[in-house]
T-cell receptor
Framework: DAGVIQSPRHEVTEMGQEVTLRCKPI?????LFWYRQTMMRGLELLIY????????DSGMPEDRFSAKMPNASFSTLKIQPSEPRDSAVYFC??????????????FGPGTRLTVL | GQNIDQPTEMTATEGAIVQINCTYQ??????LFWYQQHAGEAPTFLSY????GLEEKGRFSSFLSRSKGYSYLLLKELQMKDSASYLC????????????FGDGTTLTVKP
């Protein structure tokens, strides 16, 4: 398996623009997570899906952030409008909750977002 | 909610042993994970504890005491490549499927 795939790997945009981050989880995994990591705040969970349904979105900063999972193999995180404080590395992770041992999360390579 | 504490930084010498501690407070507990993250890379899974005791995996071991809300990650025979951030994560709380990560411990291994 190719692991969790994220695109783009790097994104530089101007304040006010819409940003869409994409994630393809590991095939067969039924939970998907979006995280944001900054030096100041560490690794923060934004939202997680189970069987394509959002279970916990309490970490989504504000209405400018939205996430969707239209099917088991694709998810998007959208920021509209983007602001400089949104600059961070955004990780997507997936997990197989039905695994016998260690429902470990597998992280994608991340998208480094810079908002100017 | 959940509260996870681990030291910010540690330094150790190549070939030595280092122990990274993690304490947590949670309203519900479904497991504790350790992840390794090298600079500029994604976190990768190291270990998982759900019952009290020691789990050993090669040079890495992880210990859990649920009654004390305490875990440690033990790294033996340190190598330069072990220089990284080590994240403690607790699964549970108000949402059983959710994991909360600590801020990480940056380990520097010196020759």
């Amino acid at each position: 398996d190719a692991g969790v795939i994220q695109s783009p790997r790097h994104e530089v945009t101007e304040m006010g623009q819409e940003v869409t981050l994409r994630c393809k989880p590991i095939s067969g995994h039924n939970s998907l997570f979006w995280y944001r990591q900054t030096m100041m705040r560490g690794l923060e969970l934004l939202i997680y899906f189970n069987n394509n349904v959002p279970i916990d979105d309490s970490g989504m900063p504000e209405d400018r952030f939205s996430a969707k999972m239209p099917n088991a193999s694709f998810s998007t995180l959208k920021i509209q409008p983007s602001e400089p404080r949104d600059s961070a590395v955004y990780f997507c992770a997936s997990r197989d909750d039905r695994a016998v041992y260690a429902d470990t999360q597998y992280f994608g390579p991340g998208t480094r977002l810079t908002v100017l | 909610g959940q509260n996870i504490d681990q030291p910010t930084e540690m330094t150790a010498t190549e070939g030595a042993i280092v122990q990274i501690n993690c304490t947590y407070q949670t309203s519900g507990f479904n497991g504790l994970f350790w992840y390794q993250q090298h600079a500029g890379e994604a976190p990768t899974f190291l270990s998982y504890n759900v019952l009290d005791g020691l789990e050993e995996k090669g040079r890495f071991s992880s210990f859990l005491s649920r009654s004390k809300g305490y875990s440690y990650l033990l790294l033996k025979e340190l190598q330069m490549k072990d220089s990284a951030s080590y994240l403690c994560a607790v699964k549970g709380g108000t949402n059983a499927g959710k994991s909360t990560f600590g801020d990480g411990t940056t380990l520097t291994v010196k020759p």
